[in-house]
């Protein structure tokens, strides 16, 4: 399972973090994932309770997932627009396929609550 690998990495990020600021413990995480990422937000989640378990600092760390919509702006006529088809997704004002994908690859920690 992909997410357990992505949860592990996340993992070790924040010890990272909760020792850059001396924290006593993780109290809760931010993710911020985009549609494009693949991962199952349910799935990571999942993973993330798992793994937190083995790390007293994170044992009762809640995880918010921000699931980010695919944003795609069109090359031929500049409309910003969010989709769901992640394969062949086309302008809805010119039906162009000639589209720049603004955001839904995101796939980082945007904030972290930590008690000192
Ligand atoms: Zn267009």
């Given at each position: ?42 799935s990571l989640k999942f993973a993330f ?68």
């Open positions: 399972m992909h997410e357990v690998s992505i949860a592990l990495g996340i993992v070790d990020e924040l010890m990272r973090i909760a020792q850059q600021n001396n924290a006593k413990k993780i109290v809760n995480v931010k993710l911020k994932i985009g549609k494009m990422s693949g991962l199952v937000t349910d309770d798992a793994v937190k378990l083995e790390h007293p600092l994170l044992s009762s760390a809640e995880i918010l997932i921000n699931e980010v919509p695919l944003i795609y702006q069109c090359n031929d006529c500049g409309k910003n627009f969010d989709t769901e088809d992640i394969c062949f997704p086309s302008c809805p004002n010119c039906e162009s396929y000639n589209l720049k994908l603004i955001s839904g690859e995101e796939q980082h920690i945007e904030n972290v609550e930590v008690e000192i």
